[in-house]
């Protein structure tokens, strides 16, 4: 069983910057990040896995993943950060080999992270 610990959620005015933090306790070959606000389906955000990253199209150009594989830990660098991206943010992860991108067919969720963006 995969956990999954996120941290670098807060609040933030439009136009800052979060960079959030996901640690996981072994590797894993697909991993990325959704969101949820109450009332909302969740929203994949960005994923990476099968040699490519994909993002919605509400975050492109604004959101970046990243992966270190040497310490199992995923990140997500927020730019221009705009009140619509005000959620929580779950790390999710899965094993493979093909990774689900930002479909939610991820076996592996986080607590989720509350990011509030002002």
């Known amino acids: 069983h995969v956990q999954l610990v996120e941290s670098g959620g807060g609040s933030v005015q439009a136009g800052g910057s979060l960079r959030l933090s996901c640690a996981a306790s072994?590797?894993?070959?697909?991993m990325g990040w959704f969101r949820q606000t109450t009332g909302k389906e969740r929203e994949g955000v960005a994923s990476?896995?099968?040699?490519?990253?994909t993002y919605a199209d509400s975050v492109q150009g604004r959101f970046t993943i990243s992966k270190d594989n040497a310490k199992n830990t995923l990140f997500l660098q927020m730019n221009t950060l705009k009140p619509e991206d005000t959620a929580v943010y779950y790390c999710?992860?899965?094993?493979?080999?093909?990774?689900?991108?930002?479909?939610?067919?991820?076996?592996?969720w986080g607590q989720g992270t509350q990011v509030t963006v002002s």
């Open positions: 072994e590797y894993t070959m697909c």
């Open positions: 990476i896995g099968n040699d490519r990253t």
């Open positions: 999710v992860a899965g094993l493979g080999p093909r990774c689900p991108a930002l479909q939610p067919w991820y076996s592996y």
